[in-house]
């Protein structure tokens, strides 16, 4: 029997949300999830998911539909609404793409002198807890997908939105503004105006999202990016994500 990974208790919290998005409680639900769980956990293929879960074609088939649905994103998305939103900080990660997620186009991975990637766009709260996230290429600086990882945030309670040097962008620090949201983004040193206006303190807690970025990573179907599809590969981060969530 392979080793499960949700407790009875993480399975307490997620039979009300499943009712709240109309699935159905089946008896084999929770051996479905546990499947997914598994292959991302391990980075397996689908075809080679232990006999214990079911079929391993119905439950690729079942996850492919759940997928064009966004059914785990959008449970991710629920779960995150209980996020402290005091402190936001973002940031972004490389993900190396194997050779067999290739060969379809516009599923966001791109190709370099380091070999196919994605990346993961982050943002989590002040305890690090994962609210939103956006996968691209691993070719697209940072900054450019930062307006549109922003734009899903709900900053209304924010005081401060943190990030690296990389995000220096005057148009995105007007953008945070806007919001009435401080945005504690450094200069780069070829700058000529000054760092006056960062606190330091608050950035150095800038380790939460990469303290996150490493748990996510512990799942290898996260770290190593296995899905052709770039919705499947969202909704495995979603789950991780989830993951995360359960016991709090």
């Known amino acids: 029997m392979p080793r499960t990974m949700l407790t009875d208790q ?19 639900l929770r051996l479905f999830i546990e499947a997914i769980l ?15 879960f079911g079929n391993s074609n119905s439950i690729f088939k079942k996850f492919n539909r759940w997928s064009k649905h966004s059914k785990l994103l959008n449970i991710f ?12 900080f973002i940031d972004a990660t490389h993900v190396r793409a194997h050779q067999h997620s290739t060969g379809i186009k516009d599923q966001d991975i791109g190709r370099s002198i380091g070999g196919n990637s994605s990346k993961i766009h ?19 600086h940072d900054v450019k ?20 040097k990389g995000y220096d962008s005057e148009p995105l620090r007007n953008q945070i ?14 700058t000529k105006t000054s760092n006056d ?13 990469e303290n996150t970025f490493a748990r996510l990573k512990h799942f290898r179907g996260i770290a190593t990016r296995y899905d052709k599809l770039k919705r499947n590969y969202e909704n ?4 991780a994500c989830i993951f995360i969530w359960l016991p709090l």
Not at 42 to 47: A, I, K
Not at 77 to 88: F, M
Not at 177 to 190: F, H, Q
């Open 77 to 88: 998305k629920l779960l995150s609404i209980n996020a402290d939103l005091e402190w936001i």
């Open 122 to 140: 982050l943002a989590v709260d002040s305890n690090g807890n994962p609210i939103a996230f956006i996968i691209s290429d691993g070719t697209t």
């Open 236 to 239: 495995s981060v979603a789950l």
């Open 10 to 28: 993480h399975w307490s919290k997620l039979t009300p949300i499943f009712r709240d998005f109309n699935i159905y409680l089946k008896p084999n």
């Open 197 to 209: 206006h960062m606190d330091w303190y608050l950035y150095k807690i800038r380790h939460l999202v």
């Open 38 to 52: 598994y292959r991302i956990r391990t980075g397996c293929p689908w075809r080679d998911l232990p006999e214990y």
């Open 177 to 190: 503004k806007v919001t009435k949201t401080k945005a504690n983004i450094p200069k780069k040193s070829n």
């Open 145 to 164: 997908i930062a307006p549109d990882l922003v734009t899903l945030l709900d900053l209304e309670q924010t005081e401060i939105l943190c990030a690296d």
